[in-house]
């Protein structure tokens, strides 16, 4: 019996003892997984940190389009796929950038281009003053600068915009920004021009592209925001010569470009007004071409998700001696946001030139921003 007991306590001892053997092993190997998970938690730590720290921010938009033009013509096209770059120098120099992909492929005998829309210095000289340079949107109208899907009304950009101001409008040159007032601010730059032999100024455009640089242009914009809700601009620029030095005498072009915008629970309204002024030249500029004109108005209503709105438009690139060169649009649609930057769109339009009908249609898209 006595050595019964002594056994069963010699088997007790040794299981107690391979049992505390196993539960140090067992706290030693939680210890390394504790150690792995601090070294592990320090690490993305740093990286977020490194990632804050460092300055860079990317965002982008796109928009595709489906244009019914009542069954004849139809057309579905990933019209702009941009991406968005910036970098923060430290507290007072930063950099920006926009790279954009047209019409979804580009190439030679392909649709579409691959573009530089954006890409500048940007350098606060004091708490209300900002210089800039490099390649960057001109200040002027309502689309050229905020042109993103998700922040105006209709699948296409309004036309007026589009084809007298005409937006999207990129140079490459220096400028001044700054507050004057509270609610009043300014825009000053000098910059590269267009290039254009017979006054169609939107294929004017160089884009900075190995651009001719012998003449310059300069921008000057005013804009009021004291109101609440409400936008007052208006720019001016002045090219010396559309033909960039080339002619047997220089082409000066003024534009003059006013602007409102009014919002108020929902309700938007806004308004433009732009014209160009060219100095005649029989030989270079058509005489039609020396003044283009263009204006439109638009109400809007947004009511949570949805909004609807209309707009009426007229423009005439060729306004200086014809009268029969004038459009007019209408535009009618809706916008419904999935989310306060992703929207989905619908509008119907009905076009007329020199007062007759010369165009109906209706316009699909969806879009975003980030």
């Given amino acids: 019996m006595k050595t019964r007991a002594l056994l069963l306590a010699a088997a007790i001892t040794s299981s107690n003892l391979a049992l505390a053997d196993d539960n140090a092993q067992l706290k030693a190997e939680i210890e390394a997984l504790k150690a792995q998970l601090n070294s592990l938690a320090d690490t993305v730590e740093q990286q977020g940190a490194a990632s804050q720290n460092s300055g860079v921010n990317i965002g982008g938009y796109g928009e595709m389009h489906l244009n019914l033009a009542n069954g004849k013509g139809n057309e579905i096209d990933y019209h702009r796929f941009v991406l968005f770059f910036s970098k923060e120098f430290n507290e007072r120099t930063r950099f920006f950038s926009e790279f954009e992909l047209e019409h979804s492929l580009a190439g030679d005998g392909k649709p579409g281009e691959v573009e530089l829309e954006q890409a500048y210095i940007e350098y606060d000289l004091n708490a209300n003053t900002r210089a800039k340079a490099g390649l960057f949107l001109i200040p002027v109208g309502i689309l050229n600068e905020t042109h993103e899907p998700d922040t105006f009304y209709g699948v296409e950009r309004n036309s007026v915009e589009n084809k007298i101001i005409p937006t999207t ?68 620029q002045y090219q010396d010569d559309l033909l960039q030095g080339n002619g047997p005498k220089e082409i ?54 949805v909004g609807v709105f209309y707009r009426n438009s007229g423009w005439d690139t060729n306004a200086g001696d014809r009268t029969d060169s004038k459009f007019e649009r209408h535009d009618v649609g809706v916008n419904y946001w999935l989310a306060e930057t992703v929207v989905f769109k619908a509008d119907y339009y009905r076009q007329k030139e020199a007062g007759d009908l010369a165009a109906t249609g209706y316009n699909l898209g969806v879009g975003y921003s980030f």
């Fill in 252 to 305: 000066g072009a003024r534009l003059i470009e006013t602007h409102a915008i009014y919002q108020n629970n929902g309700f938007e309204l806004r308004t433009l007004y732009a014209q160009w002024d060219l100095d005649k030249d029989i030989n270079t500029v058509t005489s039609g071409a020396s003044k283009q004109t263009g204006f439109y108005v638009e109400p809007s209503y947004r009511m949570n998700d």
């Fill in 169 to 236: 409008w990129w140079e490459g040159g220096a400028g001044l920004s700054g507050k004057i007032a509270d609610g009043l601010s300014y825009d000053v730059a000098m910059h590269s021009g267009l290039e254009s032999l017979d006054g169609n100024l939107r294929s004017g455009r160089q884009k900075v592209a190995e651009a001719k640089a012998n003449k310059a242009a300069y921008t000057a914009r005013v804009k009021y925001t004291a109101v609440p809700g409400l936008e007052l601009a208006a720019t001016l």
